[in-house]
């Protein structure tokens, strides 16, 4: 039996990154109505031009502050763009449109750079500590710590403040919204562009965590939006639960020759038991946490 101790350390960070993009999933959906396809390709941006401006001789913090500003400036263009003309569509509309920006991405993105390989190297990275015998570095404590804190902090944005009372308001009803005065334009480009924020920071720290390809990246939207899946696109604590529950089954078969090279599908297997095992009538009950 292996020791599966360095995996579990592995899969929380992972599985926090997962979380973490899932979380912007979910906030965006509950304000818009809008499931974002492009969060795995808007975190791949923002981990490149992270990458870029410290290779021109930016140091990383900088960097990686203008990578997140990337990825907030792509989502407010499009939340300007395309989703106020989408808006009164149905929701397959609105969510192929994503997929079109993400497609997008992806491309531009290896046009720009291409599939050379390449490591994004994070300060945190060389401060590590010991526990229980394994060595936990500095970003996996990071990536653990910052969704925890996103978790509190958007759940008391959306409960205790007037933008989150708006951001509720305008994903039950657009029309009504704007009838009884709320600047719907306003809190759509917020809700996208909190939306960019998160998808950067966690393209960032993945970019930290794993070969840093544009592909590879834009594919974290796949366990993101399995991790909302079982928030069932309202809950950020369930979805930080599914989040952690993927990065850790995906790192756990890593060390098992049978299963490692099927590991990839953890996230469809969770997405598809959860929408098994859960009611119908729960994912269309009232956006609350």
Same mark, same amino acid.
């Given at each position: 039996?292996?020791?599966?101790?360095?995996? /579990?350390?592995?899969?929380?960070?992972?599985? =926090? /990154?997962?979380?973490?993009?899932?979380?912007?999933?979910?906030?965006?959906? +509950?304000?818009?109505?809008?499931?974002?396809?492009?969060?795995?390709?808007? =975190?791949?941006?923002?981990?490149? /031009?992270?990458?870029?401006?410290?290779?021109?001789?930016?140091?990383?913090?900088?960097?990686?502050?203008?990578?997140?500003?990337?990825?907030?400036?792509?989502?407010?263009?499009?939340?300007?763009?395309?989703? $106020?003309?989408?808006?009164?569509?149905?929701?397959?509309?609105?969510?192929?449109?994503?997929?079109?920006?993400?497609?997008?991405?992806?491309?531009?993105?290896?046009?720009?750079?291409?599939? $050379?390989?390449?490591?994004? +190297?994070?300060?945190?990275?060389?401060?590590?500590?010991?526990?229980?015998?394994?060595?936990?570095?500095?970003?996996?404590?990071?990536?653990?710590?910052? /969704?925890?804190?996103?978790?509190?902090?958007?759940?008391?944005?959306?409960?205790?403040?007037?933008?989150?009372?708006?951001?509720?308001?305008?994903?039950?009803?657009?029309?009504?919204?704007?009838?009884?005065?709320?600047?719907?334009?306003?809190? $759509?480009?917020?809700?996208?562009?909190?939306?960019?924020?998160?998808?950067?920071?966690?393209?960032?720290?993945?970019?930290?965590?794993? +070969?840093?390809?544009?592909?590879?990246?834009?594919?974290?939207?796949?366990?993101?939006?399995?991790?909302?899946? %079982?928030?069932?696109?309202?809950?950020?604590?369930?979805?930080?639960?599914?989040?952690?529950?993927?990065?850790?089954?995906?790192?756990?078969?890593?060390?098992?020759?049978?299963?490692?090279?099927?590991?990839?599908?953890?996230?469809?297997? %969770?997405?598809?038991?959860?929408?098994?095992?859960?009611?119908? +009538?729960?994912?269309?009950?009232?956006?609350?946490?």
């Amino acid at each position: 039996m292996p020791d599966l101790m360095p995996f /579990v350390v592995t899969g929380l960070a992972l599985g =926090g /990154v997962y979380a973490l993009a899932g979380i912007g999933i979910v906030v965006l959906f +509950r304000a818009t109505g809008e499931l974002n396809f492009a969060c795995g390709a808007i =975190g791949a941006a923002a981990a490149m /031009v992270t990458w870029q401006t410290h290779d021109w001789g930016l140091p990383i913090l900088p960097s990686a502050l203008a990578g997140v500003a990337v990825a907030t400036l792509i989502c407010l263009g499009y939340g300007t763009i395309v989703s $106020t003309r989408v808006a009164q569509r149905s929701a397959m509309v609105k969510a192929v449109a994503t997929l079109g920006l993400a497609l997008f991405l992806m491309g531009l993105l290896y046009f720009i750079w291409g599939d $050379t390989p390449r490591r994004l +190297r994070l300060p945190l990275t060389a401060l590590n500590t010991q526990a229980f015998g394994v060595r936990i570095t500095g970003v996996r404590v990071l990536a653990f710590a910052l /969704v925890l804190i996103s978790v509190i902090g958007i759940t008391a944005l959306l409960l205790r403040t007037r933008l989150g009372l708006w951001m509720r308001a305008l994903a039950d009803n657009r029309d009504l919204s704007a009838l009884i005065g709320i600047n719907v334009s306003q809190v $759509t480009l917020m809700a996208w562009g909190l939306a960019g924020v998160l998808a950067g920071a966690s393209g960032v720290l993945l970019g930290s965590l794993v +070969r840093l390809e544009p592909g590879i990246l834009t594919f974290m939207v796949v366990p993101a939006i399995a991790a909302a899946v %079982v928030g069932l696109l309202r809950s950020l604590w369930l979805t930080l639960a599914g989040g952690l529950l993927i990065g850790l089954l995906e790192a756990l078969a890593t060390p098992f020759a049978l299963i490692a090279p099927y590991r990839q599908m953890v996230p469809f297997l %969770v997405a598809i038991l959860v929408m098994l095992l859960i009611p119908p +009538r729960l994912f269309d009950k009232e956006r609350t946490s």
